[in-house]
């Protein structure tokens, strides 16, 4: 934290209070004796992720059974066949934008209020995109094709096949994640966990100075923050984050 602390100019406490955030996300691991050391992947991480969010998100379906009313399906509706369009044209980031849209309308309902605060908080665990890995067309017209058959038990009204549906398809998203990291080869010298782990600490690097912009701004004025190399999707995320903040927002990419 002192290195941090003194290329940032600043004091070491709100550092402290981003690492512990990370790590409580997952982003980051700490060690005694050795200090906070960025996760990689592993598959016995991937494969209990994946079960939970299953089993979490299939539980939010059937708590909030009621709330599937032809307004929710016709949003539903309406996700699946952008995310149809998106996946034509190869617009991966609109994808994955309307991927997560359509967890939070199974998941967002009065009854389950912490079944989607426990899915937020994996959501980027299970991130193809945030371990480097570039998106899998072949995989998201599988489940573009789950999304479907969820949404069809849905209109049914058959939540407890939808909830068992939704578990496998989150299963299906874990092992294939699984197999990905497993089958890939070697670059150079640098092993795919190596590179992995390069690319996990490149996005710390950003979320550190987002948290501590944030902390730092909220309600204070207005400071701008450039975020550099990164994706559409990743954006519009971070421009969320900080309008929801109270942050001016001059992000664009480089």
Partial sequence: TRE?????GISETPIREA?????SDGWLEVQNHIGAV?????????????????LICGLAVELGARNFNADRLAKIDENIAISATALE????DLFGAKNYEFHLLLCDNPESPWCRRLLENMHGLMSAQRHGIPPQPGRLADALKEHMAIRDRLREGDF??????VNQHEKNTGDFLIDLIEAAPAKGDESCDDVLRRFTERVISATVMLYLCTRATAGK?????????QSAL????????????????DGEEE
């Fill in 19 to 23: 690492i512990r955030s990370l790590a």
């Fill in 89 to 92: 044209a190869e617009d991966f």
């Fill in 221 to 229: 004025g207005q400071w701008t923050l450039v975020w550099v190399g």
């Fill in 234 to 249: 990743q954006m519009r995320a971070l421009r969320r984050r900080l309008e929801a903040a109270g942050v001016f927002w």
């Fill in 4 to 8: 941090v602390s003194l290329s940032l």
């Fill in 38 to 54: 960025v996760q990689g992947l592993r598959a016995e991480q991937i494969r209990e992720i994946s079960a939970l969010r299953g």
């Fill in 160 to 165: 407890t096949a939808a909830a068992a549906l």
